[in-house]
């Protein structure tokens, strides 16, 4: 590296033919036009879940659940769980199709497996995805139990705390969605220079948080 600017590493190339060509397309946009044109569309999908996530957080999009809490009395909380029928999730389900797709691709295609999971993008591209899973899993668990299934009798004490633990969990999973705009930096070179610098600076940072 240079002033600045990052040095190109010779990476091998998949022995296969085929495996050549699709490492080729998902992972080096400049090597021909249809690459490019697979960059243009992850990197628009990467924005428009970046978007959705922002949209989330607006109070004009959130749905809230009203309880009863004494006879006269309602309490009304923002409910963590998404709606499937809700757009936000229909577009979100939409984009992990492409990320989960890009990312089956990328690892069948890749010379090296070990060395895909040991590559920073790829463990990025991986969290950030696992958030979804988790929160389809919730939401099938919903739906569960608002077909009235017979079940062992909780407690309600048991049922606020199991309540609890599955916003807290939802609520660091809403964060590590976060986690996609690193996305970005597989397409750009200067979030890539920003992310070395930061990797670079990191014990200065970490000694200027101590003394904060």
Known sequence: EDEGFIKEEEKPLPSNERKRKLWLLFEYPESSQAARVVAIISVFVILLSIVIFCLETLP????????????????????EVP???????LIETLCIIWFTFELIVRFMACPNKFNFFR????????????????????????????????????????KSTNQAMSLAILR???LVRVFRIFKL????KGLQILGRTLKASMRELGLLIFFL
Do not use: C, W
């Open 119 to 158: 590559d920073v993008m790829n463990i990025i591209d991986i969290i950030a995805i696992i958030p979804y899973f988790i929160t389809l899993a919730t939401v099938v668990a919903e739906e569960e139990d608002k077909l009235n299934l017979p079940r062992a009798p909780v407690s309600p004490q048991d």
């Open 172 to 174: 660091v999973i809403r």
């Open 60 to 79: 004009e999009f959130k749905h809230y659940k009203v309880f009863n809490t004494t006879t006269n009395g309602t309490k009304i909380e923002e409910d």
């Open 83 to 89: 709606d499937i029928t809700d757009p936000f999730f």
């Open 185 to 188: 930096s597989r397409h750009s």
